[in-house]
Structures are given as structure tokens and as C-alpha cells.
T-cell receptor, first 116, second 111 residues
């Protein structure tokens, strides 16, 4: 079965640079979630989108922004990168129709972002 | 969101059943119990979820107490590949179900 696709898998940037992470949800999944997992930490929710609109917001820095496109893929844009942004970034997707309200999120394999 | 409490680590012998407990004493009536696991640094993998009835799928069984204040994930025949961090998460039917990860249980399956 098709899974959540994230790209790139690995990304190396320097401080103050920008980065864009991409997420392609499972077909027919209209809700996308972004999570950040720092070294030795548990995943933390950043932001989610449903039907191209932001649906929830967690501990996402103001330097980060995200959007969802008409084909439901999502991009996480990160600017003025800091050393502390080094982490795994996971995207998850789920369906959102009325009959699927309790359907689980499925995660991609993540993007490992390293800031030098 | 309701909070969960899990033991930080557990050991299990290969081939034996692994029983992972979770306390969620403040769970509300419209919240499901979800279990995910994370193997090394891979993306969290969905295992199973339930509301109040026991559930079983090809991966595991979920036993939820009658008062819904605790649950147990059962891996019937643990293998070395089941070594992972297991997260018990409660999530509401309302809203967009962001997952709030706790510290999880690190399960080590040994030969």
C-alpha cells in the first residue's frame, strides 16, 4: 500500500539558511500533520492542515511556515535556521471525512535535517 | 489532551508475549486510545486503537479496562524486530487529532 512520502530524506544546511521539506500524503488522505523530533526526544506536534487550511498549531517557531496545496501535498518552510533546528521532521496523514474521524495517522520516514 | 503514563522500559524474551501497560486515568468519553511504536529513528508506526472494546489486529491486541482508565498492548509472540519505543496516546474525536507523544516504553526483546 502507498505510504506517506517525504523528501528529501536527509538535508544539511548552515545556520541562517532556509530549508523546504516536502510531504506527499497517502492517496485520499486530506489531512497532513508535521512533527519535530530532536535528538533523544519524543516527537512534538508542529502544525496540521485540512483542505489546504491550517487546522491546528503546536510549538512551531515563527521562523517556520507551512502550507498544503490543492493536491494535498504539504511543504514546511524553515528560515533563519539555527543549530537547535537539527532534528527529524515527520509528516503524517489521515482521512478526515465524517466516517473516518477516528482513523489513525500514518507517518512517513521523515527528513533528517542537520544544521552545521 | 489526556495524559498517559507508561513504564520507561521493559524486557521480553523472544517468542514470549509482551504486555505493555498504559495508564490514562483522565481519559474522557470521546477519546480513543492509540498505540504507536518507533523503531530506531524511523517514522512512528501505527499499531492499533480502541475506544472501549478490546481490539485485535494482525500486529497486536489492545485490552482496555471497563472504566477506560488503563489499557494493555499485547504482542503475542515478540520477535527481535519488535524492539522499539512504544507510545500510548489518547486523542479526541473532535478537532484534528494531533498526537501528543509522551516518553513511551522502550521494549527490548532479547534472544
Amino acid at each position: 500500500a502507498a505510504g506517506v512520502i517525504q523528501s528529501p530524506r536527509h538535508l544539511i544546511k548552515e545556520k541562517r539558511e532556509t530549508a523546504t521539506l516536502k510531504c506527499y500524503p497517502i492517496p485520499r488522505h486530506d489531512t497532513v500533520y508535521w512533527y519535530q523530533q530532536g535528538p533523544g526526544q519524543d516527537p512534538q506536534f508542529l502544525i496540521s492542515f485540512y483542505e489546504k487550511m491550517q487546522s491546528d498549531k503546536g510549538s512551531i517557531p515563527d521562523r517556520f511556515s507551512a502550507q498544503q496545496f490543492s493536491d494535498y501535498h504539504s511543504e514546511l518552510n524553515m528560515s533563519s535556521l539555527e543549530l537547535g533546528d537539527s532534528a527529524l521532521y515527520f509528516c503524517a496523514s489521515s482521512p478526515r471525512d465524517r466516517k473516518s474521524r477516528n482513523q489513525p495517522q500514518h507517518f512517513g520516514d521523515g527528513t533528517r535535517l542537520s544544521i552545521l | 489532551d489526556a495524559k498517559t503514563t507508561q513504564p520507561p522500559s521493559m524486557d521480553c524474551a523472544e517468542g514470549r508475549a509482551a504486555n505493555l501497560p498504559c495508564n490514562h486515568s483522565t481519559i474522557s468519553g470521546n477519546e480513543y486510545v492509540y498505540w504507536y511504536r518507533q523503531i530506531h529513528s524511523q517514522g512512528p508506526q501505527y499499531i492499533i486503537h480502541g475506544l472501549k472494546n478490546n481490539e485485535t489486529n494482525e500486529m497486536a491486541s489492545l485490552i482496555i479496562t471497563e472504566d477506560r482508565k488503563s489499557s494493555t498492548l499485547i504482542l503475542p509472540h515478540a520477535t527481535l524486530r519488535d524492539t522499539a519505543v512504544y507510545y500510548c496516546i489518547v486523542s479526541s474525536l473532535t478537532g484534528f487529532q494531533k498526537l501528543v507523544f509522551g516518553t513511551g516504553t522502550r521494549l527490548l526483546v532479547s534472544p
